[in-house]
Structure formats: structure tokens, C-alpha cells
């Protein structure tokens, strides 16, 4: 048989993986101005970020700070050390904490989009010391995959849930939580036949 052909490039990063981190890493970089090579080993683009609920936990964001939630620093790293059960690098926490606010910032300045604080949508683990109730997460906007072009079909879907576009603000205001068949379903259909997504695809488009 044919032996493989090498092709040899060079760039100024290379990124592995094409979840939320991986695509912001490459946007960051693109628009410096750097050469850059974005791997994606599956066929599709999106890793794991593509069928998640696509939420960011984002304290100290400017939308919680502007809605009057406000973040005590030592609380906010006592929980984060709290919730990775003592394993996490408390420098990267610090670092994360602070530079967050400034990420989300860049992305929706970047991309034309804004993210909407969901002030009650609990940490994760809200009972520990340092847990808020709401305040610190954010939901991105619904995606047309239509502006994808020929490249859609690269984009990842969640099987489970993708046939219902709805964001988390939404789910939470006609608490479908709760009521699982309280939402406009017609609207609903509506969109994803019109290619609409949301979560972590509408996220990762």
C-alpha cells in the first residue's frame, strides 16, 4: 500500500479540542492575529460543551454585578475548593475567579452576542459554604445554524434534548422543570425545524 502522506505546517498554537474552552482559546488568539490549528478528533465539531445545557459559571460577571450581586472572594474560593473536594489548584482557582468576568466580556464583544445572568439558578452544589442560590451562572442566546452554511452539518447536537430549543431563562420562567409539559411546544417545533439550537450547540455555533 501507499505510504501516508506527511504534510508539514506551522502555526503559532495549536488547540486540542473544539469545546467552549478550545473555540475561545482559538478566538482569542485569531484575533491577535496568530496562525492557528484547531483539532478536533471526532467528526463533528463541539466535544462534550455541544451536548451540555451550555451554561457558563461565571461569578462576578458584569450582568450579575449590574442586576446588585455581588461576590465575596474568599467565599467564592472556599466553594470552589469546597465543591472539587479539596483536589482543585487554589492558584487557578484565584486565577479563574478573576479573570472570568473579563472572558465573558471579550466573547460577547467578539461575537455580537450578550448572555443572560440567571439570578436564580443555583451552584451546582449550593448547600456548602460559599454556595449561592442563583447570581453566578449565565445561558447563551439561541443560534441560527443556517448562518453555518455548508459547514452546519459539523456542528455536534445533543440527541437528547436538541429537538426542543429553549434556553435555560426560558425553561425557568415557564418552569418546565416542574411542568415538563408547559411549554409552547408549536413555537418550540417551529424553531428547530427552522434549524435553531440552543445549549451548548448554540454555544459552540
Given at each position: 500500500s501507499e505510504p501516508p502522506i506527511i504534510r508539514e505546517e506551522t502555526f503559532d498554537l495549536v488547540i486540542a479540542g473544539t469545546g467552549a474552552a478550545g473555540m475561545a482559546a482559538?478566538?482569542?488568539?485569531?484575533?491577535?492575529?496568530?496562525?492557528?490549528?484547531l483539532l478536533e478528533k471526532a467528526e463533528t465539531v463541539g466535544g462534550t460543551t455541544a451536548i451540555s445545557?451550555?451554561?457558563?459559571?461565571?461569578?462576578g460577571n458584569a450582568h450579575a454585578k449590574a442586576a446588585g450581586v455581588e461576590e465575596d472572594?474568599?467565599?467564592l474560593l472556599g466553594?470552589?475548593?469546597?465543591?472539587?473536594?479539596?483536589?482543585?489548584?487554589?492558584a487557578l482557582h484565584r486565577v479563574y475567579?478573576?479573570?472570568?468576568?473579563?472572558?465573558?466580556?471579550?466573547?460577547?464583544?467578539?461575537?455580537?452576542?450578550?448572555?443572560?445572568?440567571?439570578?436564580?439558578y443555583p451552584d451546582y452544589q449550593p448547600e456548602l459554604p460559599g454556595g449561592r442560590a442563583g447570581g453566578r451562572s449565565l445561558d447563551n442566546p439561541l443560534y441560527d445554524?443556517?448562518?453555518?452554511?455548508?459547514?452546519?452539518?459539523?456542528?455536534?447536537?445533543?440527541?437528547?434534548?436538541?429537538?426542543?430549543?429553549?434556553?435555560?431563562?426560558?425553561?425557568?420562567?415557564?418552569?418546565?422543570?416542574?411542568?415538563?409539559?408547559g411549554l409552547p411546544?408549536?413555537?418550540?417545533?417551529?424553531?428547530?425545524k427552522a434549524g435553531i439550537v440552543h445549549g451548548g450547540a448554540a454555544l459552540v455555533g
Open positions: 482559538a478566538l482569542r488568539a485569531k484575533l491577535n492575529g496568530a496562525e492557528v490549528a445545557g451550555g451554561v457558563v459559571w461565571a461569578p472572594l474568599d467565599a466553594y470552589m475548593q469546597r465543591s472539587s473536594q479539596g483536589r482543585g489548584d487554589e475567579a478573576s479573570e472570568l468576568p473579563r472572558v465573558i466580556q471579550f466573547v460577547e464583544d467578539a461575537l455580537g452576542f450578550a448572555f443572560e445572568p440567571l439570578l436564580d445554524t443556517t448562518r453555518l452554511g455548508e459547514d452546519r452539518p459539523l456542528l455536534r447536537r445533543n440527541l437528547v434534548n436538541g429537538g426542543a430549543p429553549i434556553t435555560i431563562g426560558e425553561a425557568m420562567r415557564w418552569r418546565v422543570f416542574s411542568n415538563p409539559f411546544y408549536k413555537e418550540v417545533a417551529a424553531r428547530a
